[in-house]
């Protein structure tokens, strides 16, 4: 348990150590947070489930995008802190109802990063013609390296960052233009054969790939100017990764390489069919990178959230501190530790991937109905003109798709039973007088 003293010296220390991030770091991230894996894998499980329908939902979700994106970014450049999306709730709602969104987040971490190293691995076996009964161990592997390098403070140089997450984008544009000339007209007809209700569930599995301005804003404090900086990675990462899946599924959909449900690797078929064998170091690359990009872009933001959950006593306290790197080390190995067991979880129940995405976006659908809600309170007229009404839209568009998490709302209700429980202990402790930091704001 920390002393007063500890706490505050760590908490000094923080804004000095980490405040790093300028305006093209911060553009890169957003990108690497946003634009990740779902766009590997996303469009054919979208189109499974909907059929061609799915490309309504997601030409809706990425015209959404910038109005959520902005909620989250003026929050976090209005209340910038490391608990992100936990500390505005806590600001709008109090303690409790901020620990709750502070749990949600981190336990959709824990659904969500398996699946991250899973459409890593699944890529990887394609391009290497691998037995897929290895999907698991290189899974698992991806996982270990990618959330755990983070404890030594491991950053990739903003040059190389910027060449890697440019080559993708060029790479993932020309994937899809190449296969442009393969669509057919055809497979667009009959444009809803399952209905229409599929389009809504299709929209939980999306508001999953366009997670990203939700993760940024815990590393708001580490930004030289989030006033300014912000808006700039919202409007660009919004524009070019909603034009980018939007294409990715018109081209998954036209081509007819979705009707394969066994393989959901859409972008490896898409080259393979223009490039042929040559194309297998292209895949590799492509499944790497990204997915690493959206994996670690995570484990820093989420990190941090444990970090700061820690501090407000929303989480153990002995998860507040950083190591010499100026890493919150022991946050990380909360989130590897909780990721690998939903991984083995994953194995044991052989779960689908169309599962996982819809369990992990339950949560994290919850979690932007609680930031939503919060900005709608926090923002009243701090903005102008239409900026105004953004909190609400996000709120309404989040409580619309929540209409379609159908029996996957059973996750954010056990996780919200278990932060109450968490709650009603430290409560209990304050009450009897054995907490040594009597909080006031554990009473709200």
Not at 101 to 118: D, E, N, Q, R
Request: with cysteine.
């Amino acid at each position: 348990m920390f002393g007063k003293t500890d706490v505050i010296s760590l908490e000094a220390r923080l804004p000095t150590l980490m405040k790093s991030i300028r305006l093209r770091e911060g553009v890169f991230m957003y990108l690497g947070s946003v634009l990740g894996s779902g766009i590997l894998v996303a469009p054919a499980i979208a189109a499974n489930l909907a059929g061609p329908a799915s490309l309504v939902a997601w030409v809706l979700v990425s015209f959404l995008s910038y109005p959520i994106g902005y909620t989250f970014g003026k929050l976090a450049a209005s209340y910038p802190d490391a608990g992100g999306v936990s500390a505005f709730v806590k600001r709008g709602f109090g303690w409790s109802i901020g620990t709750v969104a502070g749990w949600l987040f981190v336990t959709s971490f824990f659904v969500g990063a398996p699946v991250v190293a899973l459409v890593a691995s699944s890529y990887i076996l394609i391009a290497l013609g691998l037995s897929p009964w290895l999907v698991y161990p290189v899974a698992f592997a991806f996982l270990s390296v990618t959330i755990l390098t983070n404890t030594l403070g491991i950053r990739i140089g903003s040059r190389t960052e910027s060449v890697i997450l440019g080559t993708v984008l060029v790479l993932l544009s020309a994937a899809v233009i190449m296969t442009l000339p393969h669509v057919q007209l055809s497979n667009f007809t009959p444009f809803a054969p399952k209905g229409l209700y599929p389009v809504g569930t299709v929209a939980v599995v999306i508001f999953w790939s366009f997670q990203g301005y939700e993760n940024v804003p815990h590393m708001a404090e580490e930004f030289r100017n989030p006033d300014r900086d912000f808006q700039l990675c919202i409007i660009l990462s919004a524009a070019v990764t909603g034009l980018l899946y939007v294409l990715t599924s018109f081209a998954t959909i036209g081509t007819g390489i979705y009707l394969n449900e066994s393989l959901y690797a859409p972008v490896a078929i898409m080259f393979s069919r223009s490039l042929g064998v040559s194309s297998v170091v292209i895949v590799l690359f492509l499944a790497i990178t990204t997915c690493y990009g959206t994996l670690n872009a995570y484990s820093i933001g989420v990190s941090r959230l444990v970090y700061a959950l820690a501090r407000d006593k929303s989480l153990p306290s002995a998860l507040f501190k950083l190591n010499r790197h100026a890493a919150p080390s022991r946050a990380i190995l909360v989130l590897f530790g909780g990721s690998a067991i939903s991984l083995i979880i994953d194995a044991l129940v052989n779960a689908r991937l169309d599962q996982l995405f819809l369990l992990s976006g339950a949560g994290f659908i919850t979690l932007y109905i609680l930031g939503s809600a919060a900005a709608a309170k926090l923002l009243r007229g701090r903005s102008k003109g239409l900026e105004n009404a953004f909190p609400y839209i996000s709120l309404v568009a989040s409580l619309i798709v929540f209409i379609f998490v159908r029996e996957y709302v059973l996750f954010p209700v056990v996780v919200t039973m278990l932060s109450f429980f968490w709650i009603w202990m430290k409560k209990q402790e304050v009450n009897n007088g054995s907490s040594s930091e009597n909080d006031p704001s554990l009473a709200r």
